[in-house]
């Protein structure tokens, strides 16, 4: 089993449309979650951080649940801009600093 | 906000060449630095934590005489691909986290901007 699973996608979705992303990740002593956004061929950029008590930045709004070892994202109010890869990210106990990656939900916006 | 450079961006070589990509924290110290491979339509991959004045950690399945890593400062680390091959090109990107920074190991990190490795 993977370390951070996503479903792949394509999410084909109009603009204006709302869109939820979840992910789900395997080992229970993860610290810390995120959200990055990868353009093709580009390097990750940081979206949002994720927290259990939610966290919302403009259109964009990130969950945790622990229990469930489940992460989401929900896009509001589609932009065309929008459009690119967004990745699931966690990073482990503070025995291993680097972060997992899922393998990113494609995400297009259409006109 | 802390920047990680990442050179070269783009190399395109013959088969047999060795490859060097340097990874540069510009406006911070960088103890601990990563590099990731991506191939195509997968996610990131780690393959080594670099670490300064010490020897690398090399993930399972990553030959360490192949990737030649080397963390001679706190803002630099270079990635060695050594004879390269076809199945080496990948986009490689390295990535740093300001341990100063408010929050130690829970902060994000920061990532250069990738070199796309291309062995012919």
């Known amino acids: 089993r993977k370390e951070v699973e996503q479903d792949p996608g394509p999410f084909n979705v109009p603009e204006g449309a709302t869109v939820a992303f979840n992910c789900t990740y395997s080992n229970s002593a993860s610290q810390s979650f995120f959200w990055y956004r990868q353009d093709c061929r580009k390097e990750p950029k940081l979206l949002m951080s994720?927290?259990?008590s939610g966290n919302e930045d403009g259109r964009f709004t990130a969950q945790l649940n622990r229990a469930s070892q489940y992460i989401s994202l929900l896009i509001r109010d589609s932009k065309l801009s929008d459009s690119a890869t967004y990745l699931c990210v966690v990073k482990g106990d503070t025995g291993r600093r680097a972060l997992t990656f899922g393998s990113g939900t494609r995400l297009q916006v259409q006109p | 906000g802390a920047v990680v450079s990442q050179h070269p961006s783009w190399v395109i070589c013959k088969s047999g060449t060795s490859v060097k990509i340097e990874c540069r924290s510009l406006d911070f110290q960088a103890t601990t630095m990563f590099w990731y491979r991506q191939f195509p339509k997968q996610s990131l991959m780690l393959m080594a934590t670099s670490n300064e004045g010490s020897k690398a950690t090399y993930e399972q399945g990553v030959e360490k005489d192949k990737f030649l890593i080397n963390h001679a400062s706190l803002t630099l680390s270079t990635l060695t691909v050594t004879s390269a091959h076809p199945e080496d090109s990948s986009f490689y990107i390295c990535s740093a986290r300001d341990a100063q920074a408010r929050g130690g190991f829970n902060q994000p990190q920061h990532f250069g901007d990738g070199t796309r490795l291309s062995i012919l």
């Open positions: 994720v927290y259990s």
